[in-house]
């Protein structure tokens, strides 16, 4: 094992794991006066089983890839509230948002001050993030991601600001995670793993996390898209985007996402969505670059002894998943744009281990079309 890079591991403050866990958030957060939930529709009818005292506020006009409008608009929410405590509950695009809202609501800085990494002032309200699904880990990590409409392209924050005081893993907030939902976030939990563990700045202690969460998926994520209230599959799958999200900090992903935030931009799919249409043709395209590591992953996917593509992209589709462009409404003469910004996302495509032109990436979008 070789150390000789320094990285940082920042985790929440208190982890709460297993079923019926949710329970633990109200006396958890006491006697606060003022909290501000922020929600989907959906998960806004989980709200009562936090426990809460005091006066709640919930806001929950919240779609599955938020933008600056949304940002504003929870803003000043939160600033007619002025809360005490803010909650994120559900999925990550939820917990993202509730990181930026309790970072800033209360302060001067704008979204435009501190985009990029470690420019968020530090002052912040108590944060309790609870996962509603099992994919993006956001519980676990400092970065938030906004959509830009004007320039089809994600605004990222990162800083240790941003990280949860508690975070909540509780299975049977998933139960009702429909089985599509259920495989795309389980994919997009194992292309976090994948990508930090086959990154060019990969580290030892990173690896350690990835494995375990990569395990997790081939063990449970079938599982769970059959039976959802299978309880140990849930909470398997949980564990496994949690460590993704870990993943997250110190490493983060490479191409793998870089191709999938464009089709989130401008086609609007679901991020885990994008990210299961796009996995099994970047993990094949890497292969070349770190043979022995990708083996690790087939292995543990249980897709070893075939072709790498063929199969990778069978275990997508044998979970459910819909893996053509053209069926999620994308046309032939949108690939191109899709590949321009894809390129241009350097923070991550700079991260992966083989280098991929702007041909290479055009040439994923049309073999996925």
């Known amino acids: 094992m070789s150390l000789a890079r320094n990285i940082t591991l920042h985790l929440p403050k208190r982890l709460e794991i297993g079923a019926g866990a949710v329970a633990k958030v109200g006396p958890w957060a006491g006697e606060t ?3 501000f939930v922020l929600a989907t529709p959906h998960t806004a009818s989980f709200v009562e089983r936090l426990g809460l005292n005091g006066h709640v506020t919930v806001f929950d006009d ?57 420019k968020v002032a530090g002052r912040r309200t108590p944060l309790a993030q609870v996962a509603t ?68 700045n990969a580290h030892p202690v990173i690896d350690g ?19 959802g209230s299978d309880t140990e599959a ?8 949690f460590y993704g999200g870990i993943c997250l900090g110190p490493v ?38 770190v043979p022995e590591k990708t083996a690790e992953v087939a292995t543990a996917l249980g897709l070893s002894g075939a072709a790498l593509l063929p199969a990778a992209h069978g275990f997508c589709a044998d979970l459910g998943v819909e893996m053509r462009l053209s069926a999620h409404g994308a ?14 996302i350097r923070r991550l495509m700079d991260n992966n281990p083989r280098d991929m032109s702007a041909e290479d990436v055009l040439a994923i979008y049309h073999a996925a079309y």
């Open 62 to 118: 919240i779609p599955g890839e938020p933008d600056i409008a949304c940002f504003e608009a929870a803003m000043a929410a939160a600033r007619a509230a002025r809360p005490d405590l803010v909650v994120g509950l559900g999925g990550g695009s939820v917990m993202d948002l509730a990181k930026l809202v309790a970072a800033l609501w209360d302060g001067a800085q704008t979204l435009a001050d501190v985009a990029g990494p470690n």
């Open 209 to 227: 996390f990835a494995r375990m969460g990569i395990a997790l998926v081939g063990r449970y994520l079938a599982r769970a898209v059959r039976d």
């Open 33 to 35: 006066q003022r909290v």
């Open 331 to 344: 046309a032939r003469d949108q690939l191109p744009r899709f590949a321009s910004d894809a390129h241009a």
């Open 133 to 200: 699904t099992a994919g993006t880990g956001s519980e676990a990590g400092i970065r938030a991601l906004i959509t830009d409409p004007g320039v089809g392209n994600k605004i990222a924050v990162e800083s240790p600001h941003l990280l949860a005081d508690l975070a909540v893993l509780d299975p049977e907030l998933t139960f009702s995670v429909p089985p599509a939902v259920t495989a795309a976030t389980g994919i997009d939990a194992m292309a976090h793993c994948v990508e930090a563990f086959t990154n060019k």
């Open 234 to 241: 849930r909470e398997g799958m949980m564990l496994a985007s």
């Open 252 to 289: 983060n992903t490479a191409a793998g996402h870089a191709l999938a935030y464009p089709l989130g931009t401008l086609l609007h799919l679901p991020h885990g969505l994008a990210n299961a249409i796009i996995f099994p043709h970047v993990l094949a395209f890497n292969e070349s670059a």
